[in-house]
C-alpha cells in the first residue's frame, strides 16, 4: 500500500479525531468531581442560544430566539466517528483528487465546533455573538489579503503588508491623536457623544491609509527600480516597521496627551441589526468592517469588469505580452503596489482605531501574514481569500471564546490554533494553489 | 517589381552590432502590400534581430525605415502597431489565464469610462474572425486551447489593431503539417486582402509553397533573393548555409536485434491533475532508431525523463536489457548504459558556468580514471578533453573555456561528446538538434545513426518531422500523451503521420 496525499490526510484526520475525543472524555471525566448533580459524562450538555437581538435592547435578559440543547459527549463521539469512518474510507479508497481538500475543511470546521461544544459543557454559548467575533476580527486579514491580492495579480510579491499595516496603525493613531488636540484642544466639546468625535478619527484613517501607501512606495522603489529580490525588500518592510514604530512610540505616543480617548464607535445598521442571528453577524459592526465588506465586492469587481482589472491580471500573468501591446508593465506595478498599500494601511487603522483605541508594539501580531495565507487559500480571488480570513479568524474567535470558560485546553495550545491551520492550508492540503505566473519576477525588456 | 508600386515597408542598410557578433550587417530589402515575403536563413542568421528591429524591440546602429514611404522612427512595439505593423512571435505573447477576447483587446480595451465593454468586445472579436477566416471561440480561455488555434489568436490580436504589415516569426515550428497548411491558406488570405506579410522560417518546403519572394540571409547579411517558383531545396540550402550541403541522412536498411528498452503502461498526471502520460507502451529494439513525432508538449518530455529517471512514476513499468529501471535513480540508470542528449540543451544537458573539460566529465568524474582517491585526476580530464574536442570537431579556443560562452551547435556537440564515449545499450535523443547550424545537423545526424549501426537502441524525439522521418526506422506518434500509432518508415508519409499528430486515428474502412 503506497503512501498517497490522500491516505496521508486520512491518517491525519483519524489522529486528530482520536486526540480529540480522548480530551475531551478526559477533561469531563474530571469534572464529575467537582460538580456534584453530574454523575457520568454522558450527562454534560452545551447549550447554543440565538439570542433576540431586537428585544434585548429593551430587556437585556429576554428569552432567546432558540435554545438547542446538545449532548456534548455523545455530539462529539459522533462527529469524531464520522471523522474516523471517512478518514478511513480515504485510505482504504486511495482517490486520486477531489475528496482531499472537502475533508480537510470538515476536518478543520467540525473540530472547531466540537472544541467550542467541549469548551461550553455544562454551559451555553451565544452562537450570534461568537460568528459576529468572527466576521470582526476577520476584517484586518480579510482586507490585508486584498492588498496582497492587488500587489500580486500585478507581479509583485507583498511580503511587508505585515509592516505595512504596523507602521499604518503607529502613523494612523498618531495622526488621530494629533489632529483632536489641534481641534479641540485640552477636552472634547460637549457635543461629543460618548466621547466620539468623527474628524480627528477620519484624519487617522487617512493618515494610515498614507502612511500604508508611502511604505508600499518604498518596496515599489526597491523591487521595481532598483531589482531588489522581493521577498527581501518586504522583510525590510517588516524589520524596519518595528523600529520605526518602537521609536516613535516610546519617543512620542507615549508622552503625548490627546483628549481623545475612544476609537470608531459601534454602528448598527437600524432594522437590519434586529434580525436573529444575521443581525449581529453582519449588520452589527464598527465602520471598518462594514469598509471591508464593500472592498471584497469592489475590488471582485475592479478586477474582474475593469479595464484595470484585467490589465492588473495580464501584467501579473504575462507582463511581456501586456508590454508588446503598449501597456507600461513597471508603471502600473508601482501604482497597484502603492493601491496595496494603501489597502493595507485601511486595515492598520483596524488595529489602533476600531479593534482597539491606542498604539501597542508589534500590535498587528503577525495578521499580515495570515492574510497573506489566506489570500493564497482564496487562489487570489477576493471572495475567496474573504472565506480564507474568515476561517483563520474563526480559529482566533473560538480561542477568545473558550478562554472565558474555565477550559482544560491549554491557552497557549489555542492561541497556536490559527498558526496551525495556516500551516495545514499553506502545506497545500486544501487543493493546490496556482499564483500569478509572474508574480515576484522582475520585469525587464 | 512594378516600380509605381509604394512599398507598404522599405528597410535601408539596417545594421545592428551586439557583443562579438555583427547580427545584422547593411540589411536593405522592400515589402510591397499583398505579398507574402519570405526570410530564409539558419538559426542566428539574424532572421529574429531584424525583425525585433522593426517591431521596435531593439535599437538599430544605422540604417532607415520606411513605411508607405515615409521615415518612420520605432521605439517600442506600440510604434510599430500604430504604424500598421504587427508581428507574432514564435512564443505568444498570450496570457494562458486569460480569454481569447480579453487577449485580443487587452491594451486597446473597448470600454465605458473604466469599465470593460465585454459582450461588444466578444461581438467584435467574432466578426474579425470571420472575416479573415481565422475560428477561434471568443470566450475560451486561452491556455485550454491548442497551439494553432492560439497563433490564430495571436495573429487576430494584430488585426484588431487594424495592421496592415504583419510579422510571422517561425509560426509552424509548433504546428502539425495539417495546421501549417492551414495557416497557409490564412496567410493567402490576408495577402489577398491587401496585407503585407513577412513570413520567417528556415523550413525550406514552406517557402516553396506560400512565398511570393523570398530574401536569404546568411551571417547577417542579404546574401540573396530567389523566386520560389523556380529555386530548388538544394539551391535555397547551398544559398542559406553557404557551401552545398546533403538534405538527406546516408543510411542503409536498419538490421534490428531484441528488445532493448520495453516500455510497459505509463500513466501520469500532472500538478493540475491533466493527464500527461496515457498509457504508454513502445519497445525499442538494438540497431534501430525508433522516432517519436508529435507536437511539442503531448507528453514526449515526460516520457523521456521517465526513461531517465527524472521523473516519478507511479504507475508503469520500464525494462532494460531485461532489468526493471522503474524509478531507479538517474546515476544508475545511466551507468546501465543509457546515453541521453536532453532537449533543454542549456539546462539539463550542461552546466554553462563550467569549463568545456568538467562538461566532458560530468557522468564519469567519481569513477577512474578521473578520480584517484579524494581528489581529481587533472591529466586524465585534460586528456579527455583533449581527445574528445578534437574528435568531436568543437570548436572551441581552448579546453578550459566555458561551455556557456559556445554557440549552440558546439555545446550539443560537447553534450554528444560525453554521452557517445560510454559504454552504452540505449540513446535517448531529445530534440537533438533543435536551434543549431546546419553543419552540426549533419554532423549530430551522422553520429545517431552511426551508434544506430554500431547496434545500440535508439529513441529520438524530434518536434521537427522532417528530422524524424529522415532518421527513423520507425515512426510513433504522441497526442495528448498517448501513442496514437507506430507506423514502419516505409509507411510513415508526411500527411499520415501529421493526421496522427492532429489526434485523427484512422479508421479501417473508411469513416
Known sequence: MKFTRARGVGLLGIFIAIVLIFAVNNSLGNKITEKSKIQSIWDFTSTIRIPDSANMKVDPKAPPVAAIELPTMITISLICGALVIAGGTLIAKNPERGWVAPYMSSVIALGFFSILLWAVANNSVDLSDTLSRVVRLGTPIAIGALAGIVCERSGVVNIGIEGMMLTAACFGYAAAAISARAIYGDALPESAVRGVVWMPLIIGILGAIVTGGMMAALHAWLSIRFKVDQVISGTVINIMAVGITGFTRTNFLLKFESPLRTGLPQMPLGPLADIPLLGPILFDHKPITYLMILMVFGLNFFLFRTVWGLRTRAIGEHPKAADTVGINVNRMRYRNVIIGGMIAGVAGAWFSLEGSFGFDDGMTSGQGFISLAAMIFGKWNPIGAFGGSLLFSSADALQLKVQAYSFDLPSQFMQMLPYVVTLIVLAGVIGRARPPAASGKVYEK | MTANVVPALEVRNITKQFPGVLANDQISFTLLPGEIHAFLGENGAGKSTLMNILYGLYDPDQGEILINGELAKIKNPADAIRLGLGMVHQEYALVDTLTVTENIILGTELRNGPILNAKEASQRVRELS????????????????????QQRVEILKALYRNVNMLILDEPTAVLTPQEADDLFRVMRELADQGKALIFITHKLREVREVADRITVLRRGKVVGGADPKTASEGQLAALMVGRDVVLKVDKTAANPGDAVLKVRNLKLRDDRGLTVLDDVSLDVHAGEVLGIAGVQGNGQTELVEAITGLQHLPTGSIELLGKDITNRPPRSITEQGVAYIPEDRKGTGLVLGYSIRDNLVLSTYYKAPFTKGLTFNDAAIDENAKELIETFDVRTPSATTTAGSLSGGNQQKIIVAREFTRENRLLIASQPTRGIDVGSIEFIHNQIIKQRDAGLAVLLVSAELDEILSLADRVAVMYHGKIVGILPIAEATRERVGLLMAGIQEQPNGK
Not at chain 2, 130 to 149: K, N, R, S, T
Open chain 2, 130 to 149: 470571420e472575416q479573415y477566416g481565422l475560428a477561434v471561440p471568443p470566450d475560451a480561455i486561452v491556455g485550454d486551447l491548442p497551439v494553432g488555434v
